[in-house]
């Protein structure tokens, strides 16, 4: 089974997000932070990363250069309301490999998921 940390500060967003993948044959964990996804992490190997950007505290864009320095393989997809190309670009120059702009629509969120041929490690 694939697993798959989704970290966004959206409660509701969060919960829809994995119980969508979670329905669709995915291991898709909740955090609400990064703080949370760290801990995660530390305890658990992971097959994407699912992260916001607008977030309090940490944002995405550190969060993906802080998982970067720990593990340059594992993808990491943004979502983000954010739709302008400055905001995608930071987001590539951190080390994400795909970028989707809210709202998302979840069977794209699961073909990309599907496209990118995530091998279980």
Do not use: H, W
Not at 28 to 43: I, Q, R, T
Not at 74 to 93: E, H, N, T, W
């Amino acid at each position: 089974m694939i697993n798959i940390p989704v970290v966004e500060d959206d409660e509701k967003l969060n919960q829809l997000i994995c119980t969508y993948l979670n329905d669709n044959g995915y291991s898709a964990k909740g955090c609400l932070n990064p703080k949370e996804a760290y801990d995660l992490m530390y305890n658990s190997t992971y097959d994407l990363i699912i992260s916001d950007i607008m977030m309090p505290e940490i944002d995405g864009y550190e969060f993906a250069k802080t998982v970067r320095e720990l593990n340059k393989v594992i993808p990491i997809l943004f979502i983000s309301a954010l739709d302008d190309i400055s905001s995608k670009q930071k987001g590539f120059r951190a080390g994400i490999d795909d970028y989707m702009v809210k709202p998302i629509n979840m069977d794209e969120l699961v073909l990309l998921n599907n496209a990118k041929n995530i091998q279980i490690r």
